[in-house]
């Protein structure tokens, strides 16, 4: 009997055991998250262009409805944000320093949206102080930015990482900013915080998060571009502006990298240190897309993530977050149509690549008014822009002028103008002979660099030979009242705040000067915001005209005629 029972036995077992494999295998819990991201919304809150006073088909009020339609159907989703929403649009600027006792209008919808975290951004910090910490107190969600740290203590100056919690998953989020701030703004916006390089402080924030949280997933949400090579520099050159790229292919441990700050539109697989591959999102712009990925935990070492842009172009604007924020939306709209001069003729942004304009002459007679500089610089702020004669807005001057710069004066000697300008023109003209442009192009026809960085100058009078090698092109014959132009002189100069920090790198790789010698040479700062110089120097006029300076061009004249007008004709749209 008992031998009989040992063989049932055995047969029982092997039985057994496989039913309990059969179980588990059927038990084994998956979970799936569904991640959307934003970045660089740069003030697109509704579908409605303030400037153009005409509507636009892109906007966070179609993001809204497409996070609602993703949630009705998916149990975890999550939503967030990479960087620059609180400049670009006269919506953000109304309530960064117009209206300052309200809720801000980022605060409100990010709130109503239920964002889960958000990262600073360059442009965020640019609107100083006072809106980015007050937008913090507003949000209900953590503002992230591991590598900008308290200079009193070394700790980050907004929270680093968050933990979110979906199923019974836990989610890290990681949040860098590029570090370039520095040279693109005074100290006064950042006061209290240094920027660490975004390799190194994604490393030591991966590491703790790891040993304190044991997280499932590892996301990282940088402010910084795509492209590391950006502006020649090396992938092995500390404080890189776009680091994105570096800090997933050299720090072990992320499973998702989601960007912003270039305006690119990529979705790369990226190579970690041990082979592993992820995805990187960049989305673009002005909520014309948002990045969507799905991430699946099926019991691997690693969740399976999947990566795409999805427009929101076509996507119905929500009905319930246009009503809720119609009374900002109107506020904002007769902002922006406040009548603040009138111009006598209309002016062209495009001209202002080819010779002294009205587009770019505006703003120099402002700079050098203001200030009682001996010379100016600047660059058009847009292309493809035209002001039409007759009553100027506000939003007007939102086309004329783009950011809220604001102005510096410093010393340059008149050689040192000189290497600034041949730096300048280098940025955005070619040798007509190699290439039958005068344009610098990119293959695809297009303009080739940042029209922002392409400063001309008011206050002398000088030509450009795009023929000659660079360093021969610029010959400045006199100032601009008649009076000798001296190379060795010091001369008092207006650029605006970007440049001065840095921002295109004509002081230093143009000029030749460190940053030290450029602090040296400061004079003054005006921190008045350069588009509220100009209204004020509409105010003082019944009716602007603004004749052209006429106080620079290319040379020779007749020869370049051709290319500039095939140029204009083929390049321009």
Not at 26 to 37: A, H, N, V, W
Not at 323 to 342: H, P, T
Not at 513 to 527: A, C, D, G, P, Y
């Amino acid at each position: 009997m008992m031998s009989k029972m040992k063989n049932i036995s055995k047969g029982i077992i092997p039985i057994l055991v496989s039913i309990g494999l059969v179980l588990c295998s059927c038990t084994k819990e998956t979970t799936t998250i569904e991640l959307i991201y934003s970045t660089d919304v740069h003030g697109s809150l509704f579908p409605y262009d303030y400037i153009t006073d005409s509507p636009t088909n892109h906007s966070l009020a179609q993001v809204a409805s497409y996070v609602q339609q993703v949630r009705d159907t998916a149990e975890n989703v999550i939503l967030l944000e990479a960087g620059d929403m609180l400049q670009g649009t006269p919506m953000v600027y109304y309530y960064n320093y117009i209206d300052t006792t309200s809720s801000h209008v980022i605060s409100d919808i990010y709130n109503y949206m239920k964002y889960d975290a958000v990262t600073i951004g360059n442009h965020d910090i640019e609107a100083g102080h006072a809106v980015y910490d007050r937008l913090v107190s507003e949000l209900n969600m953590p503002v992230l930015c591991a590598n900008a740290v308290k200079t009193s203590d070394g700790t980050p100056y907004f929270k680093p990482y968050t933990i979110l919690k979906r199923g019974n998953k836990k989610i890290a989020i990681i949040g860098l900013i590029t570090p370039h701030i520095p040279h693109w703004l005074h100290e006064d916006y950042w006061k209290g915080m240094v920027f660490e390089d975004m390799i190194v402080s994604a490393q030591k924030w991966v590491d703790i998060v790891k040993a304190k949280e044991n997280p499932d997933a590892i996301i990282g949400l940088f402010h910084a571009g795509y492209d590391h090579t950006y502006g020649n520099t090396s992938p092995d050159e500390p404080m890189n502006e776009n680091a994105s790229t570096l800090v997933g292919e050299r720090v072990e441990g992320f499973d998702c990298i989601l960007i912003g700050h270039d305006h690119k539109y990529v979705t790369p697989m990226i190579t970690t240190p041990s082979g592993r591959k992820i995805p990187l999102c960049d989305a673009g712009t002005a909520a014309h897309k948002i990045g969507h990925l799905t991430i699946n935990f099926d019991g691997g070492d690693h969740p399976k993530v999947t990566n795409r842009l999805v427009s929101v172009e076509d996507v119905k604007p929500s009905e319930e977050y246009m009503a809720l924020f119609n009374s900002q939306n109107e506020a904002v709209k007769a902002y922006s149509q406040r009548i603040v001069g009138e111009l006598s003729e209309e002016i062209v942004a495009n001209e202002s690549l080819f010779g002294s304009s009205k587009f770019v002459d505006f703003v120099q007679r402002v700079m050098l008014d203001r200030t009682g500089a001996d010379i100016s610089f600047t660059a058009p702020l847009r292309l493809f822009t035209t002001i039409e004669k007759g009553k100027l807005t506000i939003g007007d001057m939102f086309k004329l002028y783009k950011y809220e710069n604001t102005l510096n004066v410093m010393n340059l000697t008149g050689d040192e103008v000189r290497r600034y300008l041949e730096y300048s023109y280098d940025s955005w003209i070619s040798n007509p002979d190699e290439t039958g442009h005068l344009l610098l192009l990119d293959e695809e026809g297009k303009i080739k660099n940042q029209y922002f960085n392409f400063d001309s100058a008011a206050g002398i009078r000088y030509t450009v030979n795009p023929y000659k090698p660079y360093g021969e092109r610029v010959a400045i014959q006199s100032m601009m009242n008649g009076s000798p132009f001296n190379s060795q002189k010091m001369y008092k100069v207006a650029i605006n705040s970007y440049r001065f920090n840095g921002g295109g790198n004509h002081l230093e790789s143009g000029v030749g000067l460190t940053k030290e010698q450029i602090n040296e040479r400061h004079v003054e700062s005006i921190m008045t915001d350069l588009r509220e110089l100009m209204v004020e120097a509409l105010k003082a006029s019944d009716k602007l005209e603004i004749p052209t300076l006429n106080n620079w061009k290319f040379v020779p004249e007749n020869k370049l005629q051709q290319v500039i007008n095939l140029d204009k004709c083929n390049f321009m749209k």
